[in-house]
Every structure is written in C-alpha cells, then in structure tokens.
C-alpha cells in the first residue's frame, strides 16, 4: 500500500534543514505512535551512523485523502533534530537515495 509520507530535518534545534516526502510502500496504514524502519534502505545504499538519527521514525499523524486527489493515506513522521549542517545533509541524501524520498531544502 502507498503511503504519502513527510517529516522535517533540522541541522540544530532551532534551525530547519529540509522537509522530505515521498511515497512507501508499506504493508498496512502506520498507526499513530507506531514506527517506520529506515534501517534497511533500498538501492545498494548503505546504512549510516548519524548521531540524532535513530533509524526508526515515529508517526505523528495520520489523515486520509478522498480517491483521486493523491496518495490516499498520508503520514506525518517526528521532526528529526541533527547536531550540524553536515548530518542534516548526510541524512537528507541517505533518506533520498535509500528510500526515494525528495527534498525540499529551506
């Protein structure tokens, strides 16, 4: 099942990086609380090591779309706070080539 996804990279926790989103497949619609494992991406990307990025993301949110106007379940995941620009960047390009998501740099 394709669920639109979203969440919010920061290089610190008072400055905003990037917002990802994009579509997963997943096997059934997140519950609130529940989490999403970015532990094994796609793509022959290898995993990483970046201090503030735990690998598994908790849903925040949770709403439906009606047919025809996009992904029909969407999901908000927690904010993500890094320690510089350059984990932010590291995490933004891993979630990009591992799991497809884009990139809406701020």
């Known amino acids: 099942m394709k669920i639109h996804v979203s969440l ?3 290089a610190s926790p008072t400055q905003p990086f990037c917002e990802l989103s994009g579509e997963l497949d997943l ?4 519950a609130i609380g529940s989490g999403i494992s970015f532990l094994f991406p796609n793509n022959q990307v290898l995993p990483i090591n970046v201090s503030g990025f735990p690998g ?3 849903v925040v949110d949770v709403w439906f779309t009606p047919q025809g106007l996009g992904s029909p379940v969407s999901a908000k995941l927690e904010d993500v706070v ?7 960047l590291a995490v933004m390009q891993f979630l990009q080539r591992g799991s ?6 701020v």
């Open 8 to 10: 919010e990279l920061f």
């Open 27 to 30: 096997i059934a619609v997140p």
């Open 56 to 58: 598994i993301l908790r």
């Open 82 to 88: 890094l320690g510089s620009r350059d984990d932010a």
């Open 100 to 105: 497809g998501l884009v990139a809406n740099e």
